[in-house]
T-cell receptor
Framework: QQQVKQSPQSLIVQKGGISIINCAYE??????FPWYQQFPGKGPALLIA?????SEKKEGRFTISFNKSAKQFSLHIMDSQPGDSATYFC???????????FGSGTRLQVQP | EAEVAQSPRYKITEKSQAVAFWCDPI?????LYWYRQILGQGPELLVQ????????DSQLPKDRFSAERLKGVDSTLKIQPAELGDSAMYLC?????????????FGPGTRLTVT
């Protein structure tokens, strides 16, 4: 019930390409969906987040698409750069329990 | 820019020894979280504080782990005795008081190696 399933496990994209990472959830009480970026040896950094009352949110090159009926959300990184090479985690939480439930992570490699 | 502070950054300890981690959240953040991240996996919650009170420690192995936030500011997570399976990154995060913001900010973590 609390799981967030993330795919793919790893992703290789050419510089300038679009990176797409997908997540699915079961718990319909989830009402906050953030994405975190993590570099090796560092803590996760909040990238972008969405609430279920909107279907899309864009911040710079990063876009979250949200499909409430399918219980799925995705991260799109436009014009991917080598500096975007990192591990990306989706997560979810509820109003009552603010602690985050994380996906298993996607290791993104952007080739120059 | 305010950050969550954690120390030490790295800790190597022998099995059965005691180890402690410290976290100082962003000033004004009433909610503090400790997560454990095993290599190659996403973080998992160990304990959540609202001010000095524990609001969720359901996933904390209480036979060996303890956490406190005595004055509602900084926090300490302790493991005694440490086991080989405790090797992981221990992450602290903080957020504003519930009801105002969902955003959680993470510290750099403490990498624990148990030998």
């Amino acid at each position: 019930q609390q799981q967030v399933k993330q795919s793919p496990q790893s992703l290789i994209v050419q510089k300038g390409g679009i990176s797409i990472i997908n997540c699915a959830y079961e718990n319909t009480a989830f009402d906050y969906f953030p994405w975190y970026q993590q570099f090796p040896g560092k803590g996760p950094a909040l990238l972008i987040a969405i609430r279920p009352d909107v279907s899309e949110k864009k911040e710079g090159r990063f876009t979250i698409s949200f499909n409430k009926s399918a219980k799925q959300f995705s991260l799109h990184i436009m014009d991917s750069q080598p500096g975007d090479s990192a591990t990306y985690f989706c997560a979810a939480s509820t109003t009552g329990r603010r602690a985050l439930t994380f996906g298993s992570g996607t290791r993104l490699q952007v080739q120059p | 820019e305010a950050e969550v502070a954690q120390s030490p950054r790295y800790k190597i300890t022998e099995k059965s020894q005691a180890v402690a981690f410290w976290c100082d959240p962003i000033s004004g953040h009433a909610t503090l979280y400790w997560y454990r991240q095993i290599l190659g996996q996403g973080p998992e919650l160990l304990v959540q504080f609202q001010d000095e009170s524990v609001v969720d420690d359901s996933q904390l192995p209480k036979d060996r782990f303890s956490a406190e936030r005595l004055k509602g500011v900084d926090s300490t997570l302790k493991i005694q005795p440490a086991e080989l399976g405790d090797s992981a990154m221990y992450l602290c995060a903080s957020s504003r008081r519930q009801g105002s913001s969902y955003e959680q900010y993470f510290g750099p973590g403490t990498r624990l190696t148990v030998t």
